[in-house]
């Protein structure tokens, strides 16, 4: 999770940032938090400064949706500070501007992001599929196999994927029937449809990746290991399936009874740096205490 605090006020010259105890005075993630809160100025008709603080429980940058949950947290941070009250549809359109999937991250339990045909954008925001405790039994076993940041950011690398990947066209006429069952997996309960349908998806997600000019090779020697792991673990009866985000870290779906096994084997590799069992969160949300 991201935990952010956003003050507007006349004694700032200029927009302040420090993510994780550390001060950003220059460079993209000051450009992209500027960006994010002209949008929230320009909807409050203010020319307000601000200051945001920002702390992750994991690694940023690293392939662990860390933008998703930062733009999500300084999204409902900034509107709450400067006075504004979003419905969860605007404030999703508003997240995405900063990263597309912090669409999603404005809502709990499970969500979708639905991509639009307006050109301006105002009908691309995520919609909630179904609510945390719907589907307790599902877990994720995130692995951190490098706590380095990724030199290509996910945006970045997709938009040079949809410039020149061949097999882009390919990938994005299967994602609809993806979607379709993940969609029918996550109401039905159906894990064995979610899993695999969520592991092919990411590789060929990443196959897309793979094959751009000059190509984008998120996956380390250790994600490799990992991926074979987790086929190797559902050969032996233990069942998880691996999906990969724009990065190097390998997370693996599966069910509460089979977590604390399938966590210690993980644990006992020793590609693995960290782990960190998730449930489906909850909604981003204002908290009592801020970071100053």
């Not at 450009?31 to 929230?40: D, E, F, K």
């Not at 597309?100 to 307006?118: I, M, N």
């Amino acid at each position: 999770h991201t935990t952010t605090t956003v003050e507007f006020s006349g004694k700032y010259k200029e927009d302040q940032l420090k993510i994780d105890g550390k001060k950003i005075t220059s460079g993209e993630e000051l450009s992209r938090v500027h960006h994010q809160l002209n949008l929230v100025r320009n909807l409050a008709s203010s020319h307000l400064h601000a200051r945001v603080e920002s702390e992750n429980n994991f690694p940023k940058a690293a392939g662990l949706a860390s933008s998703a949950s930062g733009f999500a947290a300084i999204s409902l941070a900034a509107t709450k500070a400067i006075g504004l009250d979003l419905t969860k549809k605007d404030l999703s359109i508003l997240a995405r501007q900063g990263s597309g999937s912090a669409s999603r991250s404005v809502y709990g339990g499970f969500a979708e992001w639905l991509r639009g045909t307006h050109p301006d954008g105002s009908d691309s925001y995520a919609r909630q599929i179904a609510h945390p405790e719907h589907w307790p039994e599902l877990c994720m076993v995130v692995t951190v196999v490098t706590h380095g940041e990724k030199k290509i950011k996910s945006r970045a690398g997709m938009a040079q994927t949809v410039a020149n990947s061949p097999l882009y066209k390919a990938w994005l006429e299967s994602v609809e029937e993806d979607m379709e069952k993940v969609r029918k997996g996550i109401l039905e309960k159906n894990f064995h449809l979610v899993g695999a349908t969520a592991e092919l998806s990411a590789l060929k997600m990443h196959a897309t990746m793979h094959t751009t000019t000059p190509h984008i090779i998120y996956w380390e020697p250790e994600t490799v290991t990992l991926m074979k792991e987790v086929m190797q673990m559902r050969e032996d009866g233990l069942t998880g399936y691996f999906t990969i985000d724009g990065g190097p870290q390998v997370k693996v779906l599966c069910l509460e009874k089979d977590a604390k096994k399938i966590t210690k084997h993980l644990t006992g590799i020793k590609e693995v740096k960290k782990t960190f069992l998730c449930h489906a969160g909850e909604d981003a949300k204002i908290i009592e205490k801020g970071l100053f």
